[in-house]
């Protein structure tokens, strides 16, 4: 089983709802967020999948989140936009591109260096 990750890191604000804590108050995070797909044959290149091609899809799904107040997002209408959830979004939006050879496996969005959420079918 082949496995390959690709990461970046956006900035962006949220709340909260009904949680007792300190992200209820508007605050923002510079979340790391790591997409990974698996897979068994690689191309003639050697490759499970280009990692620019998963790049221009993770990216494109970025950038609606990069720079946003997460909570005005359609994608989080009644809904709190946790890590686990910005995950799940993430990964279904990038349901929507599949690849040949590469199956999507996980979501992981970082919230802070040691604390992280993981979103999978699996
Ligand atoms: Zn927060």
């Given at each position: 089983m082949f496995e390959v990750r690709v990461e970046k890191t956006i900035a962006a604000a949220h709340r909260l709802f009904d949680?007792?804590?300190?992200?209820?108050?508007l605050h923002g995070h510079n979340y790391r967020i790591e997409v990974a797909y698996t897979g068994t044959e690689l191309d003639?290149?050697?490759?499970?999948?280009d990692f620019t091609d998963v790049k221009k899809a993770f990216h494109a799904v970025l950038d609606t989140l990069?720079?946003?107040?997460?909570?005005?997002l359609p994608a989080f209408a009644g809904l709190s936009p946790s890590a686990e959830n910005i995950a799940a979004h993430i990964y279904r939006e990038l349901?929507?591109?599949?690849f040949a050879r590469a199956t999507l496996s996980s979501v992981s969005v970082w919230e802070t260096p040691t604390q992280v959420a993981r979103y999978s079918e699996g």
């Open positions: 949680y007792d804590g300190p992200c209820e108050s003639r290149f050697g490759m499970l999948v990069d720079h946003t107040y997460l909570n005005d349901k929507q591109t599949p």
